[in-house]
């Protein structure tokens, strides 16, 4: 699918899914969930199709002999998860509009997280009763809406279609979208450059998951050139957002992907005890935060190995204790660098300021060029992300 069919695409379900939202007495808050859901059950079923012949066979080769399996096991095994035939796209799409379509939903979702525990808590479940409440028919109608998202849509589509939907939500409520996905040629790029294959990828600032998404797919393509090394890779994630965690925990489980999301504020939490730990790091993180206290993260080692973003003049007496981190960019490059082992490599979006910031900054980007940390820097064009100009670096 190019750029232009899937803009197309998005455009039609959203115009589509709101029409129908003006029909319930639902803001957007509350409808983004269900609807999210159903983006999300449409991508697990074109996903389990891809691999459900194969599935089928092995169980039928099994069945009788002394390693005879459960199907629910061979599913998992192949493609990472299970779903019955009652959480179906089809089966709920065409079950008879007498029937409780809510229900069947909620039961649906049950069932995943019944065979996909990482996912307990996170399919909505109960919210599609609540779609009910002035028109029966919505959640059939969504149905329907979302059976236009092609069967061969896979990989890491979900995450942009996804996104995009969560955008456009903020926007009809008036707020300003937070984390916004980086392009399917950006995450390539950076993927490209740092080759994670074998070990543990970190992305601490990790939105939908979809850089992900881009790693197993790197290592897809390179699987004749690995020749047969322990290619696999451990995704260890963390956002701020619970929200966002739950996409990005769907993002993973839709792409039979292995690894973890947790909820943290990577500025003062630190779940994975992350100095040194990992292969690879990629990120996207915030740009500019200028709120980030002082004291919290001067004595940090993830932060202060390579020193820390502090104001050029001294602070008054009255507000010491308070003091915040000018800009928070040279955070996130401290953490990428320090999360790193030693033959570790990480590829990081930054904005275009951080690469001629002064003062302590300077100081900062001098140390890491003089420890000869920096393989490479691009800089992006604008206006490469949905709904934001800010030019930025790589």
């Not at 779609?131 to 942009?160: H, M, V, Y």
């Not at 197993?216 to 004749?224: D, G, M, P, R, S």
């Not at 709120?291 to 007496?317: A, C, H, M, Q």
């Amino acid at each position: 699918m190019n750029k232009e069919q899937l803009k197309k695409l998005e455009a039609d379900l959203w115009s589509a899914a709101d029409k129908l939202r003006a029909n319930s007495d639902l803001k957007s808050s509350e409808y983004a969930t269900p609807v999210l859901g159903l983006i999300f059950l449409k991508f697990a079923d074109n996903n389990y199709r891809r691999h459900e012949q194969a599935i089928l066979a092995e169980y039928q080769q099994l069945q009788g002999s002394r390693r005879e399996k459960p199907v629910s096991e061979i599913a998992i095994e192949q493609c990472g998860f299970y779903l019955p035939d009652h959480t179906r796209y089809d089966y709920l799409l065409n079950l008879p509009e007498e029937k409780d379509i809510a229900k069947a939903l909620k039961e649906a979702m049950k069932a995943i997280e019944e065979y996909k525990p990482e996912l307990e808590g996170v399919l909505p479940k109960d919210e599609y009763a609540a779609l009910t409440r002035t028109d029966k028919t919505i959640p059939q109608q969504l149905l329907r809406t979302f059976a236009d998202i092609p069967a061969n849509a896979s990989g890491d589509l979900f995450g942009q279609i996804y996104e995009y939907f969560l955008s456009e939500f903020a926007r009809s409520e008036g707020q300003k979208g937070g984390e916004f996905f980086t392009p399917r040629s950006v995450v390539r790029l950076m993927v490209e450059i740092i080759e994670p294959h074998g070990g543990k990828v970190f992305d601490p600032a990790c939105g939908s998951g979809g850089m992900f998404v881009q790693s197993a797919q790197f290592i897809a393509a390179h699987h004749n050139e690995l020749k047969g090394a322990d290619s696999g890779v451990y995704m260890c994630g963390q956002e701020k957002t619970q929200d966002t965690v739950k996409l990005a925990k769907m993002n993973l489980a839709v792409n039979g992907l292995r690894g973890e999301i947790k909820q943290a504020n990577t500025y003062y939490e630190d779940p994975y005890d992350s100095f040194e730990q990992f292969d690879y790091v990629h990120a996207n993180p915030p740009f500019n935060v200028d709120d980030v206290s002082l004291s919290s993260v001067e004595k940090d080692r993830r932060f202060n190995t390579y020193g820390i973003p502090r104001n050029k003049s001294k602070v008054k007496k009255a507000d010491e204790g308070k003091e915040t981190v000018p800009n928070g960019n040279y955070l996130w490059i401290s953490l990428f660098a320090t999360s790193l082992k030693a033959q570790g490599r990480a590829a990081l979006v930054m904005a275009n300021s951080a690469s001629d910031a002064r003062h302590s900054e300077a100081d900062i980007r001098k140390t890491l060029i003089e420890q000869n940390l920096i393989y490479a820097m691009l800089t992006l064009p604008s206006n490469m992300f949905y709904t934001v100009t800010l030019p930025a670096t790589l």
